[in-house]
């Protein structure tokens, strides 16, 4: 009996590339692996234009294809969660829709994990499809998010990757709202290995990740995943703090003990504007980082659903695998 491969496809405004993703890259790279049994599970996460209406159209033709219809756009991180708790297969493959990432490496994928891996992570070569803004953010990403104590997340990784199903059964358990999926898969420390892929060009249509949406994710990253950031403004603090004391110490010290023999004249409302001023911006910065954790505390004590389901525009789905409180389906009218 062949082994059962769940495949999930996080979908959004694609109606310009799915068609020719799914038959000319998708499929075809399936119909080669005679070993496994496939399960297609297509995200619609809100798409606009005709992107539902499309893959719609392959579910009613092939019940291995099913369509999970989110009832608007929760964003790419909920998309693949609310696929992984639908997906049933001995393990799940995650792959975005754009052609980016080249389906054709599926068969490297499932190799990795017949040898043994619990995770097999897809690695981009990042460097060389992007401008010199894009790379340097890329960088600093990664140097920042191993510097904040996440020493597992190999700089270039992405959410091209396989998990056995234990794996995917850990991760549904998981209730963070604020959630980095690749991240969080690598938290739960299963054996991961790394495969490395050039990155392709877009089939078609423009990237949803704008500056502003990989800014968040950047920020989502760091709060989410370490308490590294209040470390270091506790560290800051201290230091701010003991410099204040020994400067003020000194000023002290030239001015009424020793009579200013360097000539400073240093008054008394310029060592208090000088102190005040970096007091004050510590203080607002160290809000502001607090504010990001309070932030985070909310939406969690809130203890919404991740995403909410449209049976009604859902096709070839059941019960989700291991549902929790951070799923909701559609009432019916």
């Known amino acids: 009996m062949n082994k059962l491969i769940s495949v999930v496809i996080p979908v959004c405004n694609e109606e310009k590339g799915i068609k020719k993703f799914l038959d000319e890259r998708l499929f075809k790279a399936l119909s080669e692996l005679k070993s496994y049994d496939f399960e297609i599970i ?19 033709k092939d019940k291995n294809i099913k369509v999970v219809s989110l009832i608007r756009n929760f964003g790419k991180e909920m998309a693949l969660s609310a696929g992984l708790r639908y997906a049933t297969g001995d393990a799940v493959l995650t792959i975005d829709s754009d052609g980016q990432q080249p389906p054709e490496r599926i068969r490297d994928f499932l190799q990795a ?3 043994g891996a619990e995770v097999v992570t897809g690695v981009r070569d990042h460097y060389t499809k992007h401008g010199l803004i894009p790379r340097l953010g890329s ?3 990664y140097r920042l998010l191993r510097f904040m104590g996440n020493k597992t997340t190999v700089p270039g990784s992405t959410d091209f990757r396989l998990m056995d199903r234990v794996v995917v059964d850990e991760f549904n358990e998981l209730t963070e709202h604020n959630r980095i999926t690749r991240g969080l898969v690598d938290w ?3 054996e991961k290995v790394d495969i490395y892929y050039t990155y392709g060009e877009r089939m078609a249509g423009r990237p949803s990740y704008n500056f502003k949406k990989l800014w968040s994710l950047a920020i989502d990253s760091f709060v989410s995943m370490s308490t590294t950031p209040l470390v270091i403004f506790g560290y800051i603090g201290i230091f701010i703090t003991i410099g204040s004391f020994l400067l003020g110490t000194f000023c ?3 001015q009424y003990l020793l009579g200013d023999p360097l000539g400073l004249y240093w008054n008394g409302a310029v060592q208090m504007t000088i102190f005040i001023t970096f007091l004050v911006g510590l203080v607002l910065i160290s809000q502001a980082i607090t504010a990001l954790y309070i932030s985070h505390i909310h939406a ?4 919404r659903p991740l995403f909410i389901v449209s049976k ?4 070839n789905i059941s019960t989700p695998v291991k549902p929790n409180g951070n799923i909701k389906t559609e009432r019916k009218n």
């Not at 009604?312 to 096709?315: A, E, M, R």
């Open 300 to 303: 969690e004590t809130q203890n």
């Open 188 to 190: 739960l420390g299963y």
């Open 42 to 60: 297509l995200v619609n996460d809100g798409s606009k234009d005709k992107t539902l209406e499309i893959i719609r159209a392959y579910a009613e």
């Open 312 to 315: 009604k525009k859902s096709i």
């Open 113 to 115: 994990w017949e040898d």
């Open 252 to 254: 002290i010290v030239n």
């Open 139 to 141: 960088k600093l990403f």
